[in-house]
């Protein structure tokens, strides 16, 4: 197994869980040095606030409980600003999706493109030899066929391998999730063991940046700042016969599968079956219209396995709280893109969510759904 | 680990003659300054003795009796800088007046002219150096007040403040001068400067936290922004900080004796610095090298590097330098300053501080020089900036 010791620079957002890692990894005796990325200055787009506890990172809030955490271990400790580089490859990418016709997951992009990738850049320029965070995922080395694998993890309620597809063989090297291997009730009974001060704060759920989850919201807050008309964004619902049914503020306010607000009365329940960018129209329909038994796969990493030459037969995941499907995944040539064959045909396949391949608990790798 | 401190622009330790100083202060003149008796006027003496050696410093000469009455102490740099432009721009204004100040001051002085009813920001050239012609150029009728910092906290770039002043003078406007980064530095006259307003900060060079000091010229008219009694000759109300006082007063003595040899010992170890660095490390440029500075600052961009890495790792390895400035998060931001000499963003995050003080020996230099060779090759190839 290659060498895992060396320094460790924990990503500490201020909640329990990253908290505990750097206590636990402290108390292991290992060298740790906590960051905090700034990401977002919750500032911005004031109309957006809320009062209280809002669940959402990067406050000073958290920042502050982050300090204090690292202060009561006694590790060094610094935030680091990546606000330019999240907007840029985090917020106008999600953004950008979403007007595509697309509903994209912004914990992926960020875990790509900046957690797993500048910022572990970051940690070993200043110093550090990898990074741990607190997610609820585990990484193991296969001797047999050295590769490092990745599993769901213990506590199978906060498993976040869905959301960690992305990762390379390169950049499980260099991490570590120490909490794979735990129940979330046990991380906090540690907390309370380590003396953790944000022993009791309850988790966040939501998109980071999105205050109360209204992305839609979040997304036309962000066009006034940059000074995009609502006229822009307007457009027409049109049912699966070709009717058209009423008007809409934005592609972005719609993905498929949703059932809630779309403002058009019927005898039947009606869903968004899909959304078209190119002419800002969103299509509605009877729920058995988003059913579909085949999609096909983008973008691909391989995690536990080499890309595979043959079909295989895998659990495909297509949203954080789907249940695996069973299904076979045809290789297409090129490692990087996929079909996937469900055996019973799935509720609303939504392009741009994630496609996670599972075999049990083993992540095999998983991509974008196109 | 031997730690050494290279952020002295960011805050220096109290020296010891200070403590010295001080310390009777705080436990026998305890009295409070306004008071009649035996009590209150030893510390009235003391108060007034600090004065008058803070006044040195600034060139006033202590002969003249009334002449240390010129200066004001408040409780630091940010304070000076705000009681003198409110003091001078807002009377008999509904919002105050018009201000030109510069695109380089400290936020002090930045956010207090925003509150003004205008304000123009003059801007510099490529070595962070005013133009004075463009602050005659932004002069209105309405302008009440120019301010333009004596030397710049980032990148130690002094400014052409007499002739900024003489322009003042001529169009009968205040001229102020946040003299916090050049006080202790740099030799310092404000009647040489032509100054009527000039800001002070002790923990700049060597006194405690919370006191600075403001001289007012005498004859410029300036309203108090603390309202309360009738001390510091109803400019600033409140409690007069004896202790602290007194311990400006001994710092600014210090800088009066010892403070020339101090800067050539400090301007010998800073150009050693650069110079290493400039040859050992590739890509690296001094930011405002063509202007003249203080004695003890070097602000150093290295090219496709980010800069954040580099002081966590020199932290790390127990050398104290600084980049940018800290946002309310504690992370940095790109400096508005260098930004504002044309620097690109980018180039920006590629720019750390060192600045030198008396605790600073050749061994610590020769170390840190060793280190910024090290940690910048590592960050380089761990750590690209990102495009």
């Not at chain 2, 200066?71 to 030109?100: K, M, Q």
């Not at chain 2, 932004?138 to 770039?157: C, F, Q, W, Y």
């Not at chain 2, 040859?279 to 090298?289: F, Q, S, Y």
């Amino acid at each position: 197994m290659p060498e895992r010791e060396g320094t460790i620079a924990v990503a500490m957002s201020g909640g329990v869980d990253s908290s505990v890692v750097a206590g636990m990894l402290h108390r292991q005796g290992r060298q740790v040095i906590g960051l905090t990325m700034q990401l977002w200055n919750q500032r911005r787009l004031p109309e957006l606030a809320v009062e209280g506890p809002t669940g959402r990172c990067c406050s000073i809030d958290d920042v502050y409980d982050a300090r204090h955490v690292a202060q009561h271990l006694g590790i060094p400790y610094y935030v680091v600003n990546f606000e330019q580089r999240f907007e840029e490859q985090v917020v106008k990418p999600f953004i950008d999706e979403y007007l595509a016709g697309r509903t994209p997951i912004p914990c992926t992009l960020c875990n790509n493109f900046i957690k797993f990738d500048q910022f572990l850049e970051m940690a070993e320029g200043a110093g550090a030899d990898r990074i741990a965070t607190g997610h609820y995922a585990r990484i193991d080395w296969n001797p047999d066929s050295g590769r490092w694998e990745m599993r769901r993890s213990v506590d199978r309620s906060k498993d976040q391998t869905y959301f960690l597809c992305g990762l390379t063989q390169a950049q499980l090297a260099r991490t570590m999730f120490p909490l794979g291997g735990f129940e979330k009730s046990a991380v906090r009974e540690l907390a309370r063991e380590l003396g953790i001060p944000t022993a009791e704060k309850r988790d966040s759920q939501e998109i980071c940046f999105v205050p109360n989850g209204d992305y839609a919201a979040f997304i036309d807050s962000y066009f006034r700042e940059q000074g995009i008309s609502p006229d822009d964004t307007r457009g027409e619902l049109v049912t699966t016969d070709g009717r058209v049914a009423g008007e809409h503020a934005g592609v972005h306010h719609f993905t498929v599968g949703q059932r809630r607000g779309i403002g058009v009365a019927a005898m039947e329940p009606l869903y968004v079956i899909a959304t078209e960018p190119a002419t800002r129209r969103v299509i509605i329909g009877r729920g058995d219209a988003l059913l579909r038994s085949r999609m096909r796969v983008h973008g691909v990493n391989w995690i536990s396995i080499a890309p595979p030459a043959e079909p295989i037969r895998a659990e495909v995941k297509i949203r954080n709280k789907h249940a695996a499907a069973a299904s076979s995944i045809l290789p297409s040539g090129d490692p990087a893109g996929v079909e996937v064959v469900f055996d019973e045909p799935q509720r609303a396949i939504t392009p741009g969510q994630g496609a996670v391949f599972y075999s049990g608990d083993l992540v095999l790798g998983g991509g974008w759904i196109a | 680990m031997n730690r050494s401190y290279f952020d002295h622009n960011a805050t220096t330790p109290v020296s010891s003659e200070v403590l010295e100083a001080m310390l009777p202060a705080l436990t026998e003149m305890y009295g409070n300054a306004s008071s009649i008796h035996y009590f209150g006027q030893a510390a009235r003496k003391t108060l007034d003795h600090a004065r008058k050696q803070v006044a040195a410093m600034l060139g006033i000469s202590a002969s003249g009796a009334k002449a240390a009455d010129e200066i004001v102490f408040t409780s630091g740099g940010t304070e000076s800088d705000n009681l003198a432009i409110f003091g001078v721009a807002l009377p008999g204004i509904a919002r105050g007046g018009h201000a030109i100040t510069t695109t380089i001051e400290h936020p002090a002085v930045l956010a207090a002219c925003a509150q003004l009813t205008s304000v123009m920001q003059v801007r510099v050239d490529a070595n962070g150096s005013v133009d004075p012609d463009a602050i005659r150029r932004a002069l209105t009728p309405d302008t009440k007040i120019i301010s333009v910092m004596h030397a710049n906290n980032e990148t130690g770039v002094i400014q052409p403040i007499t002739e900024i002043a003489k322009i003042a003078r001529e169009a009968g406007i205040a001229m102020h001068s946040d003299g916090v980064q050049a006080a202790g530095k740099i030799p310092v006259n404000v009647r040489e400067l032509g100054v009527d307003l000039y800001s002070i900060s002790g923990h700049k060079f060597y006194a405690p936290k919370g006191i600075g000091g403001l001289f007012v010229r005498k004859g410029v008219k300036l309203a108090a922004m603390m309202h309360g009694g009738h001390h510091e000759r109803d400019r600033r109300a409140g409690t007069e900080n004896v202790s602290s006082a007194v311990a400006l007063g001994r710092a600014a003595q210090w800088i009066i004796e010892e403070g020339p040899a101090e800067w050539a010992r400090q301007q010998a170890l800073r150009d050693r610095l650069e110079e290493s660095i400039v040859d050992r490390v590739p890509g690296a440029h001094i930011n405002g090298a063509g202007a003249p500075r203080t004695p003890n600052t070097s602000n150093i961009r290295f090219d496709g590097i980010d800069a954040e890495p580099l002081v966590i790792a020199l932290d790390l390895k127990g050398f104290a330098v600084s980049s940018g400035s800290a946002c309310s998060s504690g992370a940095a931001e790109p400096s508005h300053v260098l930004i504002a000499m044309g620097l690109t963003r980018e180039q920006a995050r590629a720019s750390v501080r060192f600045s030198l003080g008396r605790s600073n020996t050749l061994e610590q230099v020769d170390a840190l020089i060793d280190a910024v060779v090290e940690c910048v090759a590592h960050v380089r190839k761990m750590a690209p900036a990102y495009a």
